[in-house]
Antibody
Framework: QVQLVQSGAEVKKPGASVKVSCKASGYTLTGYYMHWVRQAPGQGLEWMGWINPDNGGTSYAQSFQGRVAMTRDTSINTAYMELSRLRSDDTAVYYC?????????????WGQGTLVAVSS | QSVLTQPPSASGTPGQRVTMSCSGSSSNIGTNTVNWYQQLPGTAPKLLIYSNNQRPSGVPDRFSGSESGTSASLAISGLQSEDEADYYCAAWDDSLTGYVFGTGTKVTVL
């Protein structure tokens, strides 16, 4: 069965970077786009961007341009999201989400989420 | 901020039918299909409806989606206590070249 298992919680200082991993099992990472979504405490869902794990192509939401990088390591079926120049308002749970078959944009499977806390 | 607008809350008693709306524009709902996600407290979102009205395997047929013009709706019939959750609509937005989520509706079972 498909599973997305994310790395553990992180505490970072403002200005630092964080890299969250998302290990896929039950399917081949290169077969489906992977998206990243975040949720600040008590807030709604915010789309961050996607990566095409087959060729490494990416597209990022405007609000994250220049600060986010999505990569993958196909040898270990793992996708990554790195966010730099962290601010306190980047404190959120970060999710990876696999698209459904034949779709750009419905997220069939989600990781369990990774809490990133930014605090001085 | 979100470009898809949802009512902040909805409620009903067990067995009732509850509906919630999702209002967008020509660049998102008016052009692309709508998906709905259910988020139970403290958990990751779960796909509930995709392509306006399709249910993934395992989603009860109590949940149904519809779309008309630049708006969409989610209905829950035969409301159950386990349906108490946050519900988000979402769609691709051609103008933003990105995926947009609704503001979310919190459903309370009275």
């Amino acid at each position: 069965q498909v599973q997305l298992v994310q790395s553990g919680a992180e505490v970072k200082k403002p200005g630092a970077s964080v890299k969250v991993s998302c290990k896929a099992s039950g399917y081949t990472l290169t077969g489906y786009y992977m998206h990243w979504v975040r949720q600040a405490p008590g807030q709604g869902l915010e789309w961050m961007g996607w990566i095409n794990p087959d060729n490494g192509g990416t597209s990022y939401a405007q609000s994250f341009q220049g600060r986010v990088a999505m990569t993958r390591d196909t040898s270990i079926n793992t996708a990554y999201m790195e966010l730099s120049r962290l601010r306190s308002d980047d404190t959120a749970v970060y999710y990876c989400a696999k698209v459904g078959a034949g779709s750009c944009c419905h997220f069939e499977y989600w990781g369990q989420g990774t809490l990133v806390a930014v605090s001085s | 901020q979100s470009v898809l607008t949802q009512p902040p809350s909805a409620s009903g008693t067990p067995g009732q039918r509850v509906t919630m709306s999702c209002s967008g524009s020509s660049s998102n709902i008016g052009t692309n299909t709508v998906n709905w996600y259910q988020q139970l407290p403290g958990t990751a979102p779960k796909l509930l409806i995709y392509s306006n009205n399709q249910r993934p395997s395992g989603v009860p047929d109590r949940f149904s989606g519809s779309e008309s013009g630049t708006s969409a709706s989610l209905a829950i019939s035969g409301l159950q206590s386990e349906d108490e959750a946050d519900y988000y609509c979402a769609a691709w937005d051609d103008s933003l070249t990105g995926y947009v989520f609704g503001t979310g509706t919190k459903v309370t079972v009275l």
